[in-house]
């Protein structure tokens, strides 16, 4: 079956660093998202990695370690409209046609 | 950009009735989801679509039912409300190929309250 880990939740201080921890177990690998949900909106696309090592993106960042089965979500120079939940997602192996195993997110909340 | 469409965004329901969240998407993506989130649960699929006329049961079907006439459109019915189907549901669409192709976009949701 497929399992996914992540903190349930995070605190970190506006202008910081802060990294977002993913764990995952899957019958077959096929990428891993990363997808940020403010309180009473809808996910919305972060990062995809498929490949080991870090996808870098302005301020965001996600490492893949597949041998690991880990990932990380990097976020810097926090800003407060950067308080949301963080959603890990895998690629589902048993309905292969683009679905999503999420994670129950990351609630991240930064403050001043 | 319209993107995924999903209505209504609130619904209250009495145990025992029968609804349809509609859900359309402007970007000729094939493949179409439905999915549920419940409070500190992760997201649950339900329902899916790989193109017009052909869906497929998720991980959470029971209690819901839905069709894909088109490739815009994919309506999904809840039949005989419990107060279990409580719940933020998300329509979400993706073209489904290649390394892009595997984004999931999703609608802004749909809050309904089973009472």
């Known amino acids: 079956g497929q399992n996914i880990d992540q903190p349930t939740e995070m605190t970190a201080t506006e202008g910081a660093i802060v990294q977002i921890n993913c764990t995952y177990q899957t019958s077959g690998f096929n990428g891993l998202f990363w997808y940020q949900q403010h309180a009473g909106e809808a996910p919305t696309f972060l990062s995809y990695n498929v490949l080991d090592g870090l996808e870098e993106k302005g301020r965001f960042s996600s490492f893949l370690s597949r041998s690991k089965g880990y990932s990380y979500l990097l976020l810097k120079e926090l800003q407060m409209k950067d308080s949301a939940s963080y959603l890990c997602?895998?690629?589902?192996?048993?309905?292969?046609?683009?679905?999503?195993?999420f994670g129950k997110g990351t609630k991240l909340s930064v403050k001043p | 950009n319209a993107g995924v469409t999903q209505t209504p965004k609130f619904r209250i329901l009495k145990i025992g009735q029968s609804m349809t969240l509609q859900c359309t998407q402007d970007m000729n993506h094939n493949y179409m989801y439905w999915y549920r989130q419940d409070p500190g649960m992760g997201l649950k699929l339900i329902y899916y679509s790989v193109g017009a006329g052909i869906t497929d049961k998720g991980e959470v079907p029971n209690g819901y039912n839905v069709s894909r006439s088109t490739t815009e459109d994919f309506p999904l019915r809840l039949e005989l409300a419990a107060p279990s189907q409580t719940s933020v549901y998300f329509c979400a669409s993706s073209r489904g190929r290649g390394r892009s192709g595997n984004t999931i976009y999703f609608g802004e949701g749909s809050w309904l309250t089973v009472v």
């Open positions: 997602a895998v690629r589902d192996p048993a309905r292969s046609q683009g679905n999503l195993i």
